[in-house]
């Protein structure tokens, strides 16, 4: 005799289906995301190998391995089939890199840096810049400002676009102006002059530094001082580096020991204390050609040490308008702008500088003084004769022990702040500041 047999139930079904649905729903997102992951991981490890190719190639050749032909744009590297591409992959496959990378687009920029995006950056021709969708653009102006850039834009002469891909991850600078990066006056191949004189305002923007960027001491503690080479084309034996871990030119400094203060670092002048400039570089837009360096290796040492002193660096440098970054390892800055006449705004004084002593003598041009840090003893001359000078420091620190002829003859000068009571030498402060009667 046949038993009845019973199937399951709607309501059963339904039950079933909803609880596949709660576990998919769990477990495909989860699953997906360690695909992306691993995909991630995958793009990293083929950027690090083609990175490190391309500074074995730089190391051995003296030049990084892309297409340096005429109609070449670094602004848009081609696909890797293509016929025209960023990077040259025969120059490095196989000798440097075992086979082709598998992305669609690759760059290296002026300084060696490996990028690599799934679409063009956007495409410049003529200065015109049109955006890749998909991806993230801020616009730089010369001025420091920036804003975000979405729609078609034409360059003005020292702007430039940073973008971001899809996941975030920052893409090269885009420009009007350079096509090849042996034009760019920051690569170490750059051995001309035109390009600077026809683009003052991109050299000076480019050469500013970010300070968002500078390098930490957890990075300094792990960074690779074996991988500092001269650029390309310096005669110095020296070797320095700035504060984002970039090579500088030591053959546009002057440096030697420090004789006093702290043993074993360097001061960015040819003798201590002398008065004249340590600076030997020109000035571009009013600034200087790269960064001031933070580390130095001098001929005879065999590591790196800190840049303390910049005493008399800049001395009387009557072009440089607009002042570098001032290291934070510096404690003497002794006549470092002495003389600068054209400079109009003042630098950050570093916070463990003790030394201000006529820092800014004869900065006729300077308005605005900068905030004195809290260790600083010595102030003898620092704005003396600074005729445009209009605000002083909001205070000066308890423990500066001399300000002899501080504010000597800043006409300008209508505020003065308190001297305190640890000053013992008051000789001249504010004479001659006739805005003060």
Known sequence: MLRNKKGFTILELLVVVAIIAILAAVAIPSFIGKIDKSKDAADLSEINAVQKAVALYYVDNGNYPTLQGADVSLSQPQPIDGSSQNVDFSKIVPNYLGKLPHFSYWWVDYKGLVYHTQKPLGNVASNVFTPTTGY???????????????????????????????????????????????????????????????????????????????????????????????????????????????????????????????????????????????????????????????????????????????????????????????????????????????????????????????TFYNCTSLVTASSIPDGVLDMTGTFNNCTSLTTAPPTIPNGVTSMAYTFFNCVSLTTTPTIPSSVTNATGTFEGCLGLH
């Open 136 to 358: 993230t653009y801020a616009l730089y102006k010369t001025d420091g400002s920036s804003q975000v850039l979405s729609g078609v834009y034409t360059f003005q002469t020292g702007e430039y676009v940073q973008g971001k891909d899809e996941k975030g991850r920052d893409l090269p600078k885009i420009s009007g102006v350079f096509k090849n990066e042996k034009q760019h006056p920051e690569s170490p191949e750059y051995t001309g002059t035109s390009t600077v004189t026809t683009t003052t305002n991109i050299t000076a923007t480019l050469s500013s530094g970010d300070p968002a960027k500078m390098l930490t001491a957890s990075q300094w503690a792990s960074f690779d001082w074996s991988s500092v080479k001269a650029p390309t084309g310096q005669t110095s034996a020296n070797l320095g580096v700035d504060a984002w871990g970039n090579p500088v030119n030591m053959d546009l400094w002057s440096a030697c020991k420090v004789v006093d203060g702290i043993v074993g670092t360097v001061c960015l002048n040819s003798t201590q204390n002398a008065w004249s400039n340590g600076y030997k570089g020109s000035f571009i837009g009013g600034k200087i050609e790269g960064q001031i360096p933070v580390k130095v290796k001098l001929d005879d040492d065999a590591i790196f040490v800190d840049v303390t002193s910049m005493s008399f660096t800049f001395y009387n440098c009557t072009s440089l308008a607009i002042a570098p970054t001032i290291p934070s390892n510096v404690v003497d800055m002794a006549g470092a702008f002495g003389g600068c006449t054209s400079l109009a705004t003042a630098p950050a004084i570093p916070n463990d500088v003790t030394n201000v002593s006529n």
